[in-house]
């Protein structure tokens, strides 16, 4: 059972990467998937449940391989190593355009970014906060801010960098963002310290 879905939702990602929401249809991700349209229905009831399945096995997927490890020790070790393993992950070109997909969808179907940032983005922040909170190294007035933007900044500079072309005007080497985001949080004082 686990590994039909499995092959549903691998034909599915092809099916809507290459052909958009509209212009999939059941019958082409059955063919593509290898198994009858009755499957397809029994597991996914429909091809917008297909489609909500489809986000949130991506995002948990992709959560899995950043987040997997706990993030400990000091601050510039542990967000060097973050920053470089969401930047190695997001820039993979089939995420890239799968992120293009949702962002396309979403004026029709507003619940699927919701859906990616609960089990993406939220987890994330979660994470992070908890990590940058409770790191004696760091003196932060807003953990959930400095969370917030060091993961927006990263998922920015990836797709603008990538997706939009922004390298051909606007190039920044990733170890400078890298860096540079570093250095502001851990040089971050405290304003009761001030």
């Known amino acids: 059972m686990e590994e039909k879905a499995e092959k549903i ?10 052909y958009g929401y509209a212009g999939t249809t059941m019958d082409k991700i059955a063919k593509s998937s290898g ?5 397809l229905y029994s597991h996914f009831g429909d091809k917008e449940g297909l489609f909500y399945a489809l986000v949130s096995d991506m995002a948990s997927r992709k959560f899995k ?6 993030l400990e020790g000091k601050p510039q070790l542990v967000l060097k190593n973050l920053a470089e393993t969401i930047i ?3 820039s993979d070109p089939l995420y890239l355009n799968f992120i293009h997909l949702i962002v ?14 609960k089990n993406l ?10 990590y940058l909170q409770n790191s004696p190294d760091l003196t932060l007035d807003d953990p959930e801010a400095i969370a917030h933007i060091f993961v927006n900044s ?13 390298k051909k005007v606007i190039p920044l080497e990733q ?4 860096n540079n985001l570093i250095t502001l949080i851990v040089t971050a004082k405290s304003n009761e310290q001030s």
């Open 88 to 90: 190695k992950e997001v």
């Open 9 to 18: 939702l691998q034909g599915a990602l092809s099916q809507f990467l290459s």
């Open 121 to 130: 983005a939220k987890p994330a922040i979660n994470q992070l906060t908890n």
């Open 154 to 166: 990263i998922l920015h500079y990836v797709l603008t960098q990538e997706k939009l072309q922004a």
């Open 104 to 117: 396309t969808e979403v004026k029709n179907y507003p619940e699927v970014a919701q859906l990616c940032f």
């Open 175 to 178: 170890e400078r963002l890298i």
């Open 65 to 70: 391989l950043v987040w997997e490890k706990p």
């Open 35 to 39: 198994v009858s349209k009755q499957t």
